[in-house]
């Protein structure tokens, strides 16, 4: 199965695309790790990337979808299926994909977590880190042995600019205005599976599963 999977920060993404690539066997693509790689690697697509990466801009369509037809393609030799994670981000790159589809690389299912803003920026703002270590904690799922401090070398935790409600909140908007469309996009081709993905992280997945077809053993606690 060609499967897309689309949700806001903080929305499980990594819990359900490891179980969705243990399940279907598919290649995760994440275009934003695919693209750090190249500006790491200092490669032409990763110098032309850099700039707008770096101002929060999507990278031009036709940059983004050249990689990626090129990777697809690649994964389609190997006779695999593939979990896109961050692609398309517009309607020209969701048209790009659709063009794949006669050459084999159809997408089979969306799956939209359905998370509220309210609910990311609870998940999200309570994350503390120590500034000495980088550990991560979060104030109601993984709290530290003592309130406030790190439990490797006690330093005092502190909320990064990132995890901050007002930069949580900017990320929300540039994230519904990249993906409106591309959810109406998929909903108008039929293969969008809205999951709610609110409650807990194996409860999501036996959603997931059976949005797909699939069921999944409860985990014995
Ligand atoms: P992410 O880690 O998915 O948030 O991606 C990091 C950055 O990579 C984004 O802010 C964009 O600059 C760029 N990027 C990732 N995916 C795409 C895409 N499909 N189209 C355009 N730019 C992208």
Redesign the pocket.
Known sequence: MNLILIGP?GSGKGTQSDYLVETFGAVHL????M??KHVKDGTAIGKK?KS??DS??????DL?IEM?TERLNEIKAEKKSWLL??????LK?ANALKALAASGNAVDAVIYLDVSDNEVVRRLSGRRTCPVCKRTYHIEFMKPAVEGKCDADGAALIIRDDDKESTIRNRLK?YHSQTAEVVSFYRKEGVLKAIPGESAPSDVTQKVASALGKSVKPKKK
């Open positions: 920060p994440s275009t934003g790790d693209l750090r990337a707008f990466m929060g801009a999507l990278v031009p369509d983004i990626m994670d961050g692609y398309p981000r517009s790159q540039t």
